[in-house]
């Protein structure tokens, strides 16, 4: 058999995949994606807005999956880059594309709330496709704030409802109210079952209220190059952030 065929049937073993990885030339880990060349169609939409020489900077993918982004880190000439995820099924997906591609990647098990454990802060955080699958969203951005980044975030989210933003007030009397029906007004629309299909699809932001979650935890928000993606640098700390939480060791 050739590489090309090896690599294959190593992939179909290692399936079903959601990162679609060309991991030889022809060879994609997932050819027949619902979503099609998926995440490389979202990638292209913001590429542009990471800088393209990465080199002596660290990364950390947070919710890696198979390791498209944390490739693409590499590939940039970042010089280390940590891939996070609680799936095990992913983080062998992930060693297996890495070394297929020769890109010298750590993966370790464990979630977002997980990153006071790896006692470390990281020069560029991805946190892209993670805060609608979360019981507890603002805790994770506050955690990530806290305890992981030092400088750039790289957010991404399924979003749903209003695209436009709000004018919001600093404050309101308590028998304002009209404002809470606007549809541009902040909004996290709460899952109880399923969506998509999907148990783990907790909450989904619209717009106005994915911008106001990254003010909140204390990122500052830089461009919006991707109708889901915001590119972020860490500000200060909100007065009512909540940095700490009980963390197992991220192994």
Known sequence: MSRSDVLRAQAEALGPWFHNIEIAPGVFTAPDHFLGDYPSVKWRGFAHAIPADLSGRSVLDIGCNAGFYAIEMKRRGAARVVGLDEDPDYLAQ???????????????????????????????????????????????????HAHAAADMLVFQSMQRGAKTVAEIRPDYDFFEMDHFDAPDYPKLHFIEQSY???????????????????????????????????????????????????????G
């Not at 993966?107 to 979360?134: K, N, P, T």
């Not at 209220?209 to 928000?221: K, N, Q």
């Open 94 to 144: 992930g060693r297996f594309a890495a070394a297929a591609l020769g890109a010298e990647i750590e993966f370790r098990q464990g979630s977002v709330y997980d990153v006071a454990a790896l006692a470390e802060r990281f020069d560029i955080v991805l946190f892209m496709g993670v805060l609608y699958h979360l019981r507890h969203p603002l805790l994770a951005l506050d955690l990530i």
């Open 196 to 250: 998509a299909g999907d148990p783990t699809n907790w909450w989904t932001p619209n717009r106005a209220c994915t911008e106001a979650m990254l003010r909140a935890s204390g990122f500052v928000i830089e461009s919006h190059p991707e109708e889901e993606v915001y590119v972020c640098r860490r500000g200060e700390a909100p007065p009512l952030a909540a940095p700490v939480y009980p963390a197992r060791p991220a």
